[in-house]
Nanobody
Framework: QVQLVESGGGSVQAGGSLRLSCVVSGVAMNNYRMGWFRQTPGKEREFVAG????????YYGDFVKGRFTISRDNAKNLVALQMNSLEPEDTAVYYC?????????????????WGQGTQVTVSS
């Protein structure tokens, strides 16, 4: 059974930082591109960041503007999202996801496995 479990969410003031982690089990993570998405009530799930198998190449949503960094450790089946300079607009539930597709995949529908999400709240 494939499981993705996120952690590291919480509450922080604007300008602060959080580091989200996602542990993958039940599948060899090095066979999958990994991504982070976020969602707020009433809105569609939004692509945040993605990383290919080796971890060498990462890509981000336009709104990130250099504030976030995605990384992965295949030996630990772990993918992380370091978020700096957080803004109230970053408040959302953040989801980890895995896809076996190729390319810079940003579409929700192309990700096969999902975590349960972790809440991030940024206050002004």
């Amino acid at each position: 059974q494939v499981q993705l479990v996120e952690s590291g969410g919480g509450s922080v003031q604007a300008g602060g930082s959080l580091r989200l982690s996602c542990v993958v089990s039940g599948v060899a993570m090095n066979n999958y591109r990994m991504g982070w998405f976020r969602q707020t009530p009433g809105k569609e799930r939004e692509f945040v960041a993605g990383v290919e198998w080796s971890g060498r190449y990462a890509y981000y949503g336009d709104f990130v503007k250099g504030r976030f960094t995605i990384s992965r450790d295949n030996a630990k089946n772990l993918v992380a999202l370091q978020m700096n300079s957080l803004e109230p607009e970053d408040t959302a539930v953040y989801y980890c996801a895995a896809t076996s597709g190729f390319g810079y995949i940003k579409s929700v529908s192309e990700y096969k496995y999902w975590g349960q999400g972790t809440q991030v709240t940024v206050s002004s």
